[in-house]
C-alpha cells in the first residue's frame, strides 16, 4: 500500500468515526459548528491547541485524536509539512456548540 493510499484510507476512517460519533450524541440536535481561524504563538502544539478546543466543543462527543486529525482535514498543508506548525501560521478550528449561537 503506497503513503498516498494509506493517508486516503486513514482519512475516510477517521471521516466515519467523527460522524458517527456525532450523530448518536443526544445533544448534536442542537448543536451549531463554530470556526474559527487560530493563529499560532511560540510554544503551541497541535496536542496542545486540539485540547484547548476540545474543551469548547460542548455540542457533539469527540475524542484528542479525532479532533487533532480534523485540523490536518480542516488545514491539509499540514500534511505536506508533517503537521510543523510555525507562529504565525493560521489553523481554521471548527467544534460543535450546544444551542442556537456560537
Request: charged content about 25%; overall charge positive.
Amino acid at each position: 500500500m503506497t503513503g498516498k493510499k494509506a493517508i486516503a484510507g486513514a482519512a475516510i476512517a477517521i471521516a466515519a468515526i467523527l460522524c458517527a460519533g456525532a450523530a448518536t450524541h443526544e445533544g448534536g440536535k442542537n448543536a451549531v459548528l463554530v470556526e474559527e481561524v487560530y493563529v499560532v504563538k511560540p510554544g503551541d502544539t497541535l496536542w496542545g491547541i486540539s485540547e484547548t478546543y476540545l474543551r469548547k466543543n460542548t455540542g457533539t462527543r469527540r475524542y484528542i485524536l479525532e479532533y487533532k486529525e480534523g485540523i490536518y482535514e480542516n488545514n491539509p498543508w499540514l500534511v505536506e509539512r508533517k503537521g510543523l506548525i510555525q507562529p504565525g501560521d493560521q489553523l481554521v478550528l471548527t467544534y460543535w456548540k450546544k444551542g442556537d449561537t456560537p
